[in-house]
Structure formats: structure tokens, C-alpha cells
């Protein structure tokens, strides 16, 4: 069965509002978690990544949380951008990565 | 630009036959790995080449095969081909350190049609 999936396909903010993407794991054993973007008629594109030692990470403009103890992952964008409308993957793991099945963001302007 | 390029981008093929997709990774990069994307899905692993040898592999049929080369660049051939095999393939390049495979830097993508 899928190992990290996501809670919504599809989320639709404002330009220069927050946007908030879910994702939820099964195996509690995991130890390193990413997050993607991925562009139309492109490969995904590494935005953050966190490891099972800590809860947070920010990055410029992004900040990942972790809950382990409900196995939990949270992509938190800060000021929407148009530029930022693409899926985003969660992905679990190293040498064998495993994707959920993506949330396309889209932003209004 | 991840410095990941594949070819062909765009190809068709019909039931049966057979296919190989090409991959050079990026500049200083050891391992590439290879993941087939579905339509409206994320990627799944295919297998992982780590210094032409295989090093790991997803739940996929033995008609999907590999190769890596001295020059790290890589091959995926698929055999027999079947309707489901349409999808976008992906390869990603990485930097394995410590055991662990680093950031992986994607390729575009050959997005594979079979009738």
C-alpha cells in the first residue's frame, strides 16, 4: 500500500496569501522526508527537506513541520506566488523514494 | 536547470514492442535512479545504479531492465511492452555519500506512449 499520501488534490489560494499542504506517512520507522514541486512538462524540483530528528525547517519562503507522533508533514508557503502554482509532492526515504499521489496548489491572482 | 537530461522526450511505441530511454546525469553525480510517473500520479521507483551495478529496485516486472555506464550516464529498456506502460519516466541523478543517496536532481522526463 502507499506509504505517504496526501489529505487534498487540488488547493486554490490568493496571490499573497499563506498555503498550507498536507501529507500523512505509515511507516513510523522513516527517517528522511522531502518535499517536491513539480512544474507542467517538467521533472520534480527539490524544495526541503527534514529529517526524523526535528520538527521544523525553514527554508526561504517554506517551512516544513513534522509530527511523528501522527505521523504528520506539513509544506507551509509563505506570500503565494502565481510562480508557486505546480504539484507538490511529499516523498519519503532515501535510495527507494516513495511519493504520494501530489496536491495541485493553484493561486489566484 | 538540473543539469539531468533525457531523451527521447516524446515517443510512441505499440504493444509489444520493446524501448530504451537514455539518461545523462549531472556533472560529479554517481548514482541515477529511474521512476515511472502515471498520469495524475507521483513517481514510483523503478531501481536505483550505483557505479553500474543495481542498488535497489521498486515493485516492477524483470522486462524493465538497466544499465549504467563508466561515464554514469544511463539506460532504461523496457520489453513486451503493455498499455499501462504509458507514463512519464524519470530519471534523477544524486551524489551517494555515507551510504545514503543525496538530493536527487530530475530530468525532465520521456513521456512514453504505447497503442
Known amino acids: 500500500g502507499e506509504s505517504v499520501g496526501l489529505h487534498l488534490p487540488t488547493l486554490s489560494v490568493q496571490e499573497g496569501d499563506n498555503s498550507i499542504i498536507n501529507c500523512a506517512y505509515s511507516?513510523?520507522?522513516?527517517?528522511?522526508f522531502i518535499w517536491y514541486k513539480q512544474e507542467s512538462g517538467k521533472g520534480p524540483q527539490f524544495i526541503i527537506d527534514?529529517?526524523?530528528?526535528?520538527d521544523k525547517r525553514q527554508g526561504q519562503r517554506v517551512t516544513v513541520l513534522l509530527n511523528k507522533t501522527v505521523k504528520h508533514l506539513s509544506l507551509q508557503i509563505a506570500a503565494t506566488q502565481p510562480g508557486d502554482s505546480a504539484v507538490y509532492f511529499c516523498?519519503?526515504?532515501?535510495?527507494?523514494?516513495?511519493f504520494g499521489a501530489g496536491t495541485r496548489l493553484t493561486v489566484k491572482p | 536547470e538540473t543539469g539531468v537530461t533525457q531523451s527521447p522526450t516524446h515517443l510512441i511505441k505499440t504493444r509489444g514492442q520493446q524501448v530504451t530511454l537514455r539518461c545523462s546525469s549531472q556533472?560529479?553525480?554517481?548514482?541515477v535512479s529511474w521512476y515511472q510517473q502515471a498520469l495524475g500520479q507521483g513517481p514510483q521507483f523503478i531501481f536505483q545504479?550505483?557505479?553500474?551495478?543495481?542498488?535497489g529496485r521498486g515493485n516492477f516486472p524483470p522486462r524493465f531492465s538497466g544499465l549504467q555506464f563508466p561515464n554514469y550516464s544511463s539506460e532504461l529498456n523496457v520489453n513486451a511492452l503493455e498499455l499501462d506502460d504509458s507514463a512519464l519516466y524519470l530519471c534523477?541523478?544524486?551524489?551517494?555519500?555515507?551510504?545514503?543517496?543525496?538530493?536527487?536532481?530530475f530530468g525532465e522526463g520521456s513521456r512514453l506512449t504505447v497503442l
Open positions: 534523477a541523478s544524486s551524489l551517494v555519500a555515507g551510504g545514503n543517496t543525496g538530493e536527487l536532481f
Open positions: 511507516n513510523s520507522a522513516s527517517d528522511y
Open positions: 527534514i529529517r526524523s530528528n526535528m
Open positions: 516523498a519519503e526515504g532515501y535510495n527507494d523514494m516513495r
Open positions: 556533472s560529479g553525480h554517481n548514482t
Open positions: 545504479y550505483y557505479r553500474e551495478e543495481e542498488n
